[in-house]
């Protein structure tokens, strides 16, 4: 009976395009090792070191491109650095208690209740969106350092790319851990090899200084602590990305707690010496911040020479990197949405497993928000990162707060003693002065930060942060608010149930008489209500063809003609439907259509009519039920029709 | 009973944006005067005045920018206002040969037969798209030409532009002609008087070389022929739009033919001036093609001066003309489709006539590829010439050659006689060989110039459009093909027709047991057809809830648990259908779901489970039989369920 496995065989463009139906049962339940769970889960913080140092001499450079100034950018990124360690240590912990997954949302959910956990998912959803945008555009930047002449398609690039990653997750991938794994350890490869190389000639006195950089404008601002704490907040783009491993606990082998912890640490043991490796190398080899090339490409071409094969490869390899992280935003951003849908703060139907067809939405809006600042960014990094970042680290924020209550909590049970709590079990844990402690120094830490960045960045872009994520979580609790004030509108605490029968009117819309009509009438006697058809006459001409048919094929039940002069198809079915109405209150009109089910994705498109016919006449009618009749034609019967050559009918085209 | 009217009353972001529903029977059926029909129908037209000297120019300077050779830019200038006026008197004879609209898709329908008229539509879909992209990147570039600072910014400007036109059609205007008269007759005003003043300042030997001009590289390519002809179909551009008259003859006052052929000479009359005015004022002051400032800027800031009020107002009024231009395809486009898909060459729903929906399509379909262009060509008139003008040519060739035949038609009839055509009446006419020797003296001008417009800029982007609409023509024959087999395929021409009653079985989809559920069960009741529920527990926790809810409230009937282990809604679904229809061979199983009808658009978004449920699982299942009965929710409902404190139901949220 069921025709899917037929229609798969077919050829069809939407199936090259988007690929199967994804089958949830078919997801894979496989988990990961340390090592491919490291490549999976930190392209989106390591990549961040392709600009983080950049956005910190960007910054001084407001101060001018002198050494001195400049310099100022190692104590910069020591401080980052630090930074970085607390909020690793501080998440080791949260691991530890949310072996389900720990993201900020649950955390705060967990712990802090409704609106932290809405924050949390604004800042979040939020970010998502920024880390595709700032991505793509910082991978734009490296290849067009490589290739100046692309420098004006800079946009064009950045939107093609969004455009390419977003129809391979609508298509969808079976993620093999392997695939992910080649462009994280070919960054860090590339990237580690650049380091020692420029160490080496560094301490044999040999490293020469960057030339031929096209330089922005050096400003004449004195230092402040002012300038000095904005290029810190610009560094701090650096954090973004390691809280991807508490989220996806799961996905590690057992002990998951355990070796998603690792991997944690290996990952920022490798942020650090990325990042303090880039921000010293660049101060040596007088790296200018330049709008037109990456300090990333200035260190490999100085380091290697202009044109050498390994100058290229750090450029791939960090175009690469960045690429893999604004996918891991594809994964994050539905599954988010989904969560916060199932909690009833974003429309329902983002919950629905089963199907490509829901989860793309999540995957569109993504693409379509990002792209949107892409262009009105003009695909400059540096013109988003005062967006970015400030979400992370409320999040960040949140979460950790939302871990010190956790931790709370914990202090009040018995030695041994475990409670199920709704997201994770409590244990006992003797040391929970200590970890409360840390969550706690962590959330001061990053809250500062954020603060840092909301002042710093506030005319420079963040002002839209700051009055984007209220919005959103007011329109989140509004969708609740409206859920639950439709649920009070269906309650039936208190109310007579009235289930009594009504009397039914059964209409038939017929557009033309043909097997599909047989069918809607064959439907309508078997309902064995009293019934009759009804046509729109948008074409006058048709009439009487239509008239004549139905007399001479079915010979039965009333066929009423509705006049339409203007052509109009829903304004005279409602007015009939209206008339009915009146003459049998309380009764229910029954309309019956045809849909003709096709088994292309095109040839659907061709045959709507249905859903339009509805849409436009009848879905706002109170009492009026509305049934779809399908009627089913396969690529087989079309292709036998085809082949009919100077058949019967030849040459009349049916109106669905 | 109707509601609509009770919601239009309220608030709604949709209203805001996309205004009232367009009621067909509210269009205007006003007609307009010469000087308004002017305004209305020649904003197209006369805007390609903007660029067309200027494209000239830039194919000229591929040989140097020494006056000589950009002097060429005049005899060229000539020779295409001849073109002008030839197709002018030959399109003269088509308003008076289809009074009711003679567009280049009914004239070739009407003598040509399907493929003609089929070219002739892909063409004009094509130049509809280019006229927006075209339109609006040469009118960003006027306003840049005054304020360079937006230089970087050009691409997302011109998307802007086009997002604001979009809204604005989407939204639907009331299009008044006076409104339309005012750019138009802004545009003609600056643009005589800057061409009065600069000939009189040369006449008086005061008119200065324009100065400061960032011209483009100049070329050291030979002037041969070939390059003249490319400068040539580059200017060609100029007549563009000439054709709006010919669509619209039904918008003019009776006489409307004679009133809608003097608008046309009118219009040629204005172009011709405007055009080789604009020439030889540009030749005069040495304007010099640019990549950063239009000949219009420069022939203005050199006769009135830099910065002078004036010429900003040649600015802002040619900046104004080609948005008008623009907005032009914004009605064009939506109509063309619709005549094509009542054909059947296009989807059918798109002839559907009442609400706003539909014809939506056309709309963002057309703003979608016109960005599309405008982000691959980089918001570059110039780029995108070479694409624009080869499909109007096209169909100015394809239109007169239909004319040829019609004159034809009319040479055999007898004095005094006339024939009803299909899309006209064909009346006797004495002059018809020489009617018929302009039409084709017009085809043969015309088609000779598409063809050298082929040739000459074939690699740089006519090889796109010469893809391009012989692949539309392919999709419309396909679908074509495709209404026809599924006519085939439906048609009862000696096929027995069974239309007798077979059983039913009557399946309730339940989330939740709620007022719209006792509306679901009652109209089950009311078919009297076996009938049970169904509840797909994607909740296990909520199981018992629902089952304790049913046997409380509803009380009757069985209520049947799927469980869904993985959280699918689809499948537990489509696999129980399947089971019951095992059992029962040749019966319908008829699916009943609510449909929660909302007052507003953005209500009823967070309430499309039905048509989802219906998407994923049921729409392609055959002797699936779907109701859908509404529950209307209005908004004083809910405002009143807020306003119940602490009510009983308080904290629970439904499902739907």
Chains 1, 2 share one sequence.
Request: hydrophobic letters at 50%.
């Amino acid at each position: 009976m069921s025709t899917s496995t037929n229609s798969r065989e077919k050829f069809s463009v939407r199936k090259l395009l988007f690929g199967e139906p994804l089958r949830t049962e078919a997801l894979p339940h496989q988990t990961v090792n340390k090592r491919i769970g490291l490549a999976i889960f930190a392209s989106d913080a390591l990549s961040s070191t392709a600009y983080a140092t950049e956005e910190i001499l960007i910054i001084l450079a407001l101060a001018g491109t002198g050494a001195a100034t400049l310099g100022l950018s190692i104590p910069i990124a020591i401080a980052i650095s630090l930074l970085l360690i607390i909020v690793t240590i501080s998440y080791r912990q949260t691991i530890y208690a949310y072996p389900n997954g720990g993201g900020a949302y649950i955390v705060a959910r967990d712990n802090l209740g409704e609106l932290p956990a809405q924050i949390a998912g604004a800042s979040l959803l939020t970010d998502y969106i920024l880390t595709v945008a700032v991505s793509v555009s910082s991978g734009v930047a490296q290849i067009v350092s490589g290739f100046p002449d692309l420098l004006p398609y800079r946009v064009q690039m950045a939107i093609l790319v969004i455009a390419i990653i977003t129809l391979v997750n609508l298509r969808g991938v079976r993620e093999s851990g392997r695939v992910f794994a080649v462009p994280t350890y070919f960054f860090v490869g590339t990237m580690l090899l650049t380091l020692v190389v420029g160490f080496v000639r560094y301490l044999l006195g040999d490293l020469p200084t960057v030339v031929n950089v096209e330089a922005v404008h050096a400003g004449t601002q004195t230092v402040t602590l002012f300038l000095i704490l904005r290029a810190f907040s610009s560094g701090s783009a650096a954090l973004t990305g390691i809280e991807a491993i508490s989220n996806g606990i799961t996905a590690f082998k057992e002990p998951r707690s355990h070796n998603a912890a690792v991997t944690l640490v290996w990952m920022s043991t490798l942020l650090v010496i990325m990042f303090l490796g880039i921000t010293f190398m660049a101060h040596q080899i007088g790296a200018l911040p330049s709008e037109t090339e990456t300090v990333i490409s200035q260190i490999g071409r100085t380091v290697y020479g202009e044109g050498s094969p390994l100058y290229l490869a750090v450029l791939a390899g960090t175009a690469l990197i960045l690429l893999m992280a604004a996918n891991t935003s594809y994964a994050g951003f539905p599954r988010l949405a989904a969560l916060a849908a199932s909690d009833g703060f974003l429309p329902r139907q983002l919950t629905y497993r089963g199907g490509r067809l829901v989860f793309s939405w999540g995957i569109v809006g993504l693409a379509a928000f990002a792209s949107l600042l892409v262009v009105v960014m003009n695909a400059r990094t540096t013109a988003l990162i005062p967006l970015y970042a400030i979400g992370v680290f409320l999040s960040f924020t949140i979460s950790q707060t939302g871990m010190v209550v956790h931790m709370r909590r914990i202090g009040k049970l018995k030695p041994g003693e475990s409670v199920q709590g709704h997201d994770t079990v409590l244990y006992y844990d003797a040391h929970w002065r200590t970890k409360m402690f840390i969550s706690g120094f962590g959330a001061v830490c990053t809250g500062i930060v954020a603060m840092v960045f909301a002042v710093t960045k506030f005319t420079s872009g963040a002002w839209f942060v700051v009055v984007l994520i209220p919005s959103l979580v007011y329109i989140f609790s509004r969708i609740h608010d409206h859920y639950r004030d439709v649920a009070r509108a269906l309650s039936l605490q208190g109310v007579p149930v009235d289930i009594e029968k009504r009397p039914i009117q059964t209409i038939i819309l017929v557009d033309d008489v043909h097997a599909e009509t047989v069918r809607l009438v064959n439907f309508a006697k078997s309902l064995d209500h009293p019934w009759h058809a009804v046509h729109v006459a948008t074409n006058p001409d048709k009439i009487e063809i239509v008239r004549e048919k139905w007399r001479k094929r079915i010979g039965e039940g009333e066929l009423v003609i509705l006049p339409s002069p203007y052509r109009l198809l829903a304004e005279p079915i409602r007015h009939y439907i209206e008339q009915i109405q009146e003459q049998q209150p309380g009764g229910f009109v029954h309309v019956i259509m045809g849909h003709l089910a096709m088994d292309t994705y095109w040839e659907q498109i061709l045959h709507q009519n249905t859903a339009v016919i509805f849409n436009l006449a009848l879905s706002r009618m109170d009492n009026v039920v509305v049934t779809s009749v399908p009627y089913q034609i396969h690529r087989d019967e079309l292709r036998h029709a085809r082949h009919i050559k100077n058949g019967v009918n030849n040459g009349t085209v049916a109106q669905r």
